[in-house]
């Protein structure tokens, strides 16, 4: 598969960790993405993609690409083959600027690109991209277009501050001194958190601990689940199990094998390292 990733400039900067431009023949047709403080945005230029948002539920397909705000649970991607995209991949709290509703109604909850940006917008959008010479072209694109539609977020400059204090801790700081240092109340930042990010201030401490965690760690080395659960800060081993089904659907000992099946069958692979095959 060909991926192409790029950073944006200002004002997007503070908001998203890079756009891309995917295409070719996925290395599984369907994938599990664990749950993780990453919102995400992707419009499709191919074949309809399906989306299983609740393991329980049956597969929707999503022709213009979807919007998907911080998921709680682990969600199930299944790629067209080939596949043509461009996406966003969100720091957490830099979704909502670019919403018409609260990013709590989409957690956990995919919308399609057109029930957040209209149809006619969503179009002539896709017929502009599939126009462009080069997936630079596409990206500067969509980078123009996510500017344009970038508005004032009310509490967004407490979420983005006390966000990034929860990230660069790996969630492992007390939320309550959050509070005390921004000089407001839980109840006020669990609402504006929620609103902004879809979670409260606890929930995505605890992603970000997870998964922080999990991408540390090594498959292909024997693993002491009890010390990796220990030196996270779990409280015990039962405690990160519970927590690991609940973010991946998976035990740990499955998501090691799941893991080692991607590294074995396509090392270096541009998808490797999150999503997870699920057929």
Same mark, same amino acid.
């Given at each position: ?30 994938? +599990?993405?664990? /749950?993780? *403080?990453?919102?995400? =945005?992707?419009v499709?230029?191919? !074949?309809?993609?399906?989306?299983? @948002? ?32 461009v ?57 123009q ?23 660069? +801790?790996?969630? /492992?700081? *007390?939320?309550?001194? =959050?509070?005390?240092?921004?000089? !407001?109340?839980?109840?006020?930042? @669990? ?20 998964t ?20 996270a ?5 039962s405690h ?40």
């Amino acid at each position: 598969m060909e991926y192409v990733s790029r950073v944006p400039g200002p004002p997007l900067d503070g908001l998203i960790n890079d756009l891309y431009y995917l295409e070719g023949a996925p290395p599984y047709a369907r994938f +599990t993405l664990p /749950a993780a *403080p990453a919102p995400l =945005l992707i419009v499709n230029l191919g !074949a309809p993609f399906l989306i299983r @948002a609740d393991t329980d539920g049956e597969a929707v397909d999503f022709a213009d690409g979807c919007a998907v705000a911080t998921p709680t649970r682990a969600w199930e991607f299944g790629y067209p083959t080939p596949t043509r995209s461009v996406g966003v991949h969100f720091r957490p709290w830099g979704l909502a600027p670019f919403l018409p509703i609260s990013a709590a109604k989409l957690c956990d909850r995919p919308a399609t690109v057109e029930q957040i940006w209209g149809g006619p917008a969503v179009a002539a959008l896709r017929d502009r991209l599939t126009s462009a010479g080069t997936p630079d072209e596409m990206l500067r694109l969509l980078e123009q277009e996510l500017v344009r539609r970038l508005r004032a977020i009310d509490g967004l400059d407490i979420v983005r501050q006390l966000g990034a204090a929860i990230l660069e +801790t790996g969630g /492992a700081g *007390p939320i309550s001194d =959050l509070g005390v240092a921004s000089r !407001a109340s839980s109840t006020y930042l @669990a609402k504006r958190f929620k609103e902004v990010i879809g979670v409260t201030p606890k929930r995505l401490a605890r992603s970000c601990r997870f998964t922080a965690t999990v991408l540390a760690l090594d498959v292909a080395r024997p693993i002491d689940w009890g010390d990796i659960a220990a030196r996270a800060g779990y409280f015990d081993q039962s405690h990160f199990v519970h927590e690991f089904r609940e973010f991946t659907g998976l035990t740990p000992t499955r998501y090691v094998e799941v893991r080692q099946r991607f590294l074995r069958e396509h090392p270096d692979h541009a998808l490797e390292g999150w999503p997870l095959p699920a057929d």
